[in-house]
């Protein structure tokens, strides 16, 4: 039992805590923000540079075949300086399904240049009517010649305005919520007939709607099989409810930890408001929640990656955990800042507004307790 | 479509190794072959302590290895947490074993460890905790009890109330707190002593909890006489010594091990409660309890693992451990109150034997009982006060 990083995996925390340390201070992040750009081109090419973005690829596509705890690594520390470059869009979700079905000529085509940063992935998997449901499809591809041609809507897709490729599920067959008869694509955005109409989201990055009106794709750029995609898709979304949870463990260890420095600065009624025994008991369950939340991330992490979709069950109990403290913790960090904690002056309420985001992405805590306890485990 | 898998391997590492699973089969076994099976109950129990003996200290396992323990590996210690919770293996009480001993082992004289280690091993000697007092309770350090020195420094006469005093009445010794001195700061003055509980001047008096239990008691010491060479260190330093005790009492309260597998029960037991064609696990918002507490346990058991590999590590605790009595204890009493809530109207039951579902009469004392562990070894109200200065640094203004 070692739950010690390793001396490279320790070398790349120090790495990227310094990195947030020196360019991501709150007032720097939000003048990229004010700027009307998604995130800042420098910082994505020092990103690039430090090789953080093949960390977690397999050496063959030329990565350093990284895996889930290394994503972990460096998400637990984007979370902290609530990082705008799209390294979960185009890496863990993107890069992620590209080797996971993509042909060696697709991923050859591809990878280098996502490794390098020249080119962003961004993955359009939800839709409007499907809620948190994966295997709700309603856009369609039909064959045409060796080509697909698709029609439909793909929502709130991460990073959509910015990719040069996108990955998108489109229904081959079956009926809506059927889990076979989806396939995955790989759409170059400059396609004709594909919209991608870009907006902010209350946390700070970007989304997209994507339209697809007849947009004509070639067979070589289908990941796996046709009609067997769904694999794809739930180890795809595993892997990034790992990455988000991870995220959110820094944005909730800063929200504790800046509420505990801010109550012992802040006076009232002649004390300085952690003499208050009420304000101490709700840092310190704050401060429970988030070591139990840690120790879930570990768990869920080191399962994954020793048996992949067979952790499904525990991955449902992260993201429920997660959602659940990320929102409370978020909220409690307000109230105990008080009227300074409703001002866009403090970090406080950027992360709250990212943990907000983070618990309705890939199903919100409602959605995978249900999961959870509707598994095999429960039934009678 | 296959994973690829990693060609770096991480060392963060949940898998036993070859020799802890070696280890592992080996407790199975020993826990397999001595179950008790029929027959008197107390030889079984004795003899089962023996056979653990053999084993190289498996009858001591927290003791050092200095005092016959078997010096394992926090992830040896695991194993057997968890292979004992789902074993039957022989009652045994803590106040001798794991609160006493330490105390004696770390100040305690040569001579006392000889006098009362050997029989606090061989189960022979029954010891009970004189610690709360009715106007001592999470404010310990507020007790009373007196102890004065005779005029010629033999003796002390001890004279006071101790309350909450678990299994007094079956008790052979006492280690009691008492006064010895009233200036200086309320810590200053007291002082750590041991006596026999069966002599004049010491009266039980029952007290029966929620559950209709007889298990803690009031003592009154009236005159009690205690030789001097019957005091644990120094004089007046005793609330030094009870500190590292309380520490020691308040981590192995949470009881992961056994946790775990009431909630397997939990879950059988309401699969097995019948509502209209399904049972009381088709009912969501059961379900959802159920649900919301397994996950708070499977944080809790890795928290656990956490500190245990802090420890294997040779670190201090870190702040993981400072939770786990709050986590565990909650954690326990929901499991409680789950399984009256899956009794229905049967958890009302309360005569000699239960009606309708067989788990519902000890559920419902089961979760009456229950309520004490937010209370005892430190109340979580003044656990989270610890928490607040110890681990997050709030200290107090002055003010």
Sequence with gaps: MDFNLNE???????SVARFVSDRYTLESRQSIIASGQAFSDAHWATIAELGWLGLTLPEAEGGFGGNQIDTMVIMEQFGKGLVLEPFYASIVLGARALILGGSDQLKQEILPAVIEGRCQLAFGYAEEQARFDLNDI??????????????????????????????????TAGAQTDTTGITLFVIDTATEGLDCSSFPTVDGLTAAEVSLNNVRVPMTRVLGEVDQGFAILQNVAMDGILALSAEALGAMEMLYKDTVTYTQEREQFDHPLADFQVLQHAMVDMFMEYEQCKSLLYRATLEVAQSGLAAMRTVHALKYLIGKVGTKIGENAVQLHGGMGMTEELRIGHYFKRLLVIDAQLGNSDYHLEKFSTSSAYQG | ????????SATVDIELSPEDLSFQSEVRNFLKENAYKQGDYNKWRLNWFKLARAKGGWDIPKWPEKFGGPGWSPTQHYIWEKQTAVSVTPWDLPFGLSMLAPVLMNYGS???QDRFLPAIRDRKV???????EPGAGSDLANLKTKAQLTPDGKHYIVNGTKIWTTLAHIADWIFCLVRTSDTGKKQEGISFLLFPMKQTGIEVKPIITLGGAHSVNMVHFTDVKVPVENRVGEADQGWTYAK???QHERTGLAGISRSLVALESLKEQAKGVKRGNGTLMDEPAFRTKVAELEVDLMATEFTELRSLAAAAGG???GPESSILKLKGTEIQQRIQKLTVEAGGIYSAAWGAKPVGHSFARAGMSGYLSSRAYTIYGGA???QKDVVAKNVLGIKKSGK
């Excluded at chain 1, 064959?143 to 490729?165: R, T």
Aim: aromatic share 4%; glycine share 8%.
């Design chain 1, 138 to 171: 309603t856009t369609r591809a039909k064959v045409d010649g060796d080509m697909f041609i698709l029609n439909g809507h793909k929502s709130m897709v991460q990073n959509g305005g910015s990719a040069q490729q996108l990955i998108v599920s489109a229904r």
């Design chain 2, 126 to 132: 029954n010891w009970c905790q004189g610690y709360s």
């Design chain 2, 315 to 317: 670190h201090n605790p």
């Design chain 1, 8 to 14: 490279e995996q320790q070398l790349v925390q120090d």
């Design chain 2, 380 to 382: 979580s109200e003044v």
């Design chain 2, 244 to 246: 590292g005790l309380l």
């Design chain 2, 110 to 112: 040569q001579e006392q």
């Design chain 2, 1 to 8: 479509m296959s994973i690829p898998q990693p060609k770096r």
